[in-house]
């Protein structure tokens, strides 16, 4: 079993050349045989228990960094190599237009919305102010 303990504090930064936010979290691994698991302070944290739309926002960043880094030269291609369909990249790559506050909130748990995958992969705004707006209205509307 491998642990992965915190040793510091977080940070979030948006790096604007690269139009992408880094999360860093510090951590230490200890590794011991059998499964692998990731302790923090917070409790167990593995790759399992995130939500689907983590997965599918930091899916849409590997994504889109293989296409611009030129290691596919279509939407097509890539959906050949990863065993998925051309729909469902080009919906997890627009996540990764979503503003930056609203994709920290959703990778690290905070903000004022609780969102949802199937809330993100509808239409949304591509302005910034226009999104914050628009994920405002949808949270107020569902019910509690």
């Known amino acids: 079993m491998a642990i992965v303990k ?16 880094k999360v860093t979290i510090p951590i230490k691994i200890i590794r011991r045989g059998g499964k692998s ?4 302070p917070d ?8 939500e689907a739309l983590q997965k599918a926002l930091i899916q849409g960043h590997r994504w889109i960094k293989l296409l611009e880094n030129g290691k596919f030269n279509s939407v097509r291609e890539l959906a ?3 065993k ?9 790559i627009r996540l990764t237009c979503l503003a930056p ?5 959703i990778l690290c748990n905070t903000g004022a ?11 949304f705004p591509m302005l910034w102010a226009e999104q914050r707006e628009h994920f405002k ?5 569902a019910p509690n």
């Open 113 to 123: 919305w609780v969102l949802t995958l199937k809330d993100c992969l509808k239409p």
């Open 137 to 141: 209205k949808i949270v107020l509307s």
């Open 37 to 40: 698991t990731i302790t923090t």
């Open 101 to 105: 506050d609203i994709q920290e909130a």
């Open 6 to 21: 915190k040793v510091g504090e977080e940070t979030v930064e948006f790096l604007e050349e690269e139009n992408l936010i």
């Open 80 to 82: 050949e190599k990863e």
């Open 43 to 50: 409790g167990l944290a593995g790759y399992e228990e995130m």
């Open 84 to 92: 998925t369909d051309k729909a469902r990249i080009s919906k997890f």
